[in-house]
C-alpha cells in the first residue's frame, strides 16, 4: 500500500488527486496534501475526494513513498525548505514544477534524491493529461514504474531527457490555453454571426474532438488534413486567407516559443539565485 505526500494544493494537486482515486492506485486514506496556509481549500478537498490533510510535517511524511512537489515555482525555495528534514533517499520526489531542474531541486533539499520531474496539463483533471517525465539516476526500476503508474492515471506519460522539458513546457503544459484562447475567439464569433450560445459550443467542441481524432488516426499529415477541407474559392478558403493576412500561425509559432523561453528564465533565475551556475 502507498502512500502519497502533496506538498501544495492548487490545481494540479487536485487534478492528480482525482486521477488516482479514479484509478484507485492509492486508497483515499493514504492520500494527504498540505499548503502554504489555506485551510478552506484544504477542507474542500477533503469534502470531495475523502482524503486527508496537515500542517504537521512529521504526520504528512511519515511512512509516504511519494512526494509531489505542487507549489508555484516561485514558493520552491521556501516550500523545499520547510520540508527539506523530511525527505529521504528512499522516496519518490515527483516534482511537476515549471523551470524548476532536478539539480536545483536536490541544491534546495541539501541532499540527494530519487527525483521524477514531469510535465503535465490541467487535462489531467479529466484523465487526458499530455504529460512529459525526465528522472534522475538515482531512480530506482520501482520507483519508475510508479511513476509510469502515476502519470498513466491522468493521460499520456512519455519519458524525455531533462533537457527537453521547458520546451514541452511551452507547447503541452501551456499548451490547453492556447486552446481555449481559440475556443474563446470561435465562441465570440458565433455569437456575432448569429448562434445561439449553448449549440455553438457544442459544435465547436465536437469540431476539435473531430479534428484531433483525424490527427491521431489519419496517416495524413495536419497540412494535408487542412487542405482536403478547403474547396478551391470555397468558404475555407476565404477564411484561412484572413489568418494568414493576420500571420497567426507563425503568432502561434512566436507564443510557444515566449513560454518555452520563460520556463527556462523561471528555472535560472531560481539557480542564479541559488548560486548554482545557470541551466541550458
Ligand atoms: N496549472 C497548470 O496548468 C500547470 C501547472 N504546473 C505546475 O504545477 C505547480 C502548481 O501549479 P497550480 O496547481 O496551477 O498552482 P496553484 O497556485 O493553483 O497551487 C499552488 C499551491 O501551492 C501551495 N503552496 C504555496 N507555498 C507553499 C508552501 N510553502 N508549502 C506548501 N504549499 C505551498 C499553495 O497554497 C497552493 O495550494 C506549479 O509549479 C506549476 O508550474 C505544471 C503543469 C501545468
Ligand atoms: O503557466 C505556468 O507557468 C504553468 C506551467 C505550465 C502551465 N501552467
Redesign the pocket.
Known amino acids: 500500500m502507498k502512500k502519497i505526500a502533496i506538498v501544495g494544493a492548487g490545481s494540479m494537486a487536485e487534478a492528480f488527486i482525482s486521477g488516482i482515486l479514479e484509478n484507485g492506485l492509492i486508497a483515499r486514506n493514504n492520500i494527504w496534501v498540505t499548503n502554504h496556509s489555506n485551510e478552506t481549500r484544504l477542507a474542500g478537498l477533503k469534502e470531495r475526494y475523502g482524503i486527508r490533510s496537515t500542517y504537521d510535517l512529521k504526520i504528512l511524511f511519515e511512512d509516504a513513498d511519494i512526494v509531489m512537489l505542487a507549489m508555484k515555482p516561485k514558493d520552491a525555495d521556501s516550500a523545499i525548505d520547510r520540508i527539506r528534514e523530511h525527505l529521504t533517499e528512499q522516496m519518490l520526489v515527483v516534482s511537476v514544477l515549471?523551470g524548476v531542474s532536478m539539480n536545483t531541486i536536490e541544491t534546495l533539499a541539501r541532499k540527494s534524491l530519487s527525483i521524477a520531474r514531469a510535465m503535465p496539463?490541467t487535462s489531467a483533471a479529466v484523465g487526458k493529461s499530455a504529460t512529459a517525465i525526465a528522472v534522475n539516476s538515482r531512480i530506482t526500476n520501482h520507483q519508475l514504474e510508479t511513476t509510469k503508474q502515476l502519470f498513466g492515471t491522468v493521460g499520456l506519460a512519455r519519458f524525455v531527457e531533462e533537457g527537453q522539458l521547458d520546451a514541452v513546457?511551452g507547447l503541452s503544459?501551456?499548451g490547453p490555453a492556447y486552446i481555449y484562447y481559440l475556443i474563446e475567439a470561435m465562441e465570440n464569433s458565433a455569437a456575432e454571426i448569429g448562434l445561439e450560445k449553448e449549440m455553438a459550443k457544442e459544435l465547436i467542441v465536437q469540431t476539435l474532438i473531430g479534428a484531433a481524432e483525424m490527427v491521431r488516426n489519419s496517416s495524413k499529415s495536419s497540412e494535408q488534413l487542412r487542405l482536403d477541407v478547403t474547396s478551391p474559392g470555397g468558404t475555407t478558403e476565404a477564411g484561412i486567407r484572413v489568418l494568414e493576412k493576420h500571420g497567426v500561425q507563425q503568432a502561434f509559432i512566436s507564443c510557444i516559443q515566449a513560454a518555452t523561453a520563460q520556463s527556462k528564465k523561471m528555472g535560472n533565475t531560481l539557480e542564479a539565485q541559488l548560486k548554482v551556475g545557470t541551466s541550458t
Open positions: 515549471a496539463n513546457t503544459g501551456s
